[in-house]
């Protein structure tokens, strides 16, 4: 069974079409090919109106998803803030303890301090000034 055409390649197909179409009708009066170019570009706005309209719900869907994720991203970021400022705070008092220690380094200490991923305390900290 044959995959089914996209609709890129349905309005192409058309395009197409409509060009040969033309092609065909060359030798008409130049009213009838008036004519049939103007039938022709209003089959074409009504395949792009279906289209739309087809599309409408998966673009409602869409809509749906990136809302549910920035709610979800809300949701879990709020009680972590807390704990970010902890892992900044710690950062800084390692920097000032300690000088000359590196920033990949104090990633990696904060990092097994707090029991996560060194690039979560590489998104959520900054560097210490010197």
């Not at 570009?41 to 869907?61: G, H, N, S």
């Not at 809509?63 to 970021?77: D, L, S, Y």
Request: with cysteine; charged share 40%.
């Amino acid at each position: 069974m044959p995959d089914k055409p996209t609709l890129r390649e349905l309005h192409e197909r058309v395009a197409e079409q409509h060009k040969l179409v033309l092609e065909k009708c060359r030798e008409w009066p130049a009213a009838a090919r008036d004519e049939l170019e103007q039938v022709m570009r209003e089959a074409e706005t009504d395949l792009q109106l279906r289209t739309l309209e087809a599309l409408q719900p998966l673009a409602e869907i869409g809509a749906r998803v990136r809302a549910g994720g920035r709610k979800a991203a809300r949701a879990t970021n709020t009680p972590r803030r807390e704990q970010w400022q902890k892992m900044q705070a710690f950062i800084d008092a390692e920097a000032a303890r300690e000088s000359e220690v590196t920033w990949p380094e104090l990633q990696r200490r904060a990092a097994r301090r707090f029991h996560v991923d060194e690039r979560t305390i590489r998104r959520h900290c900054k560097a210490p000034r010197k």
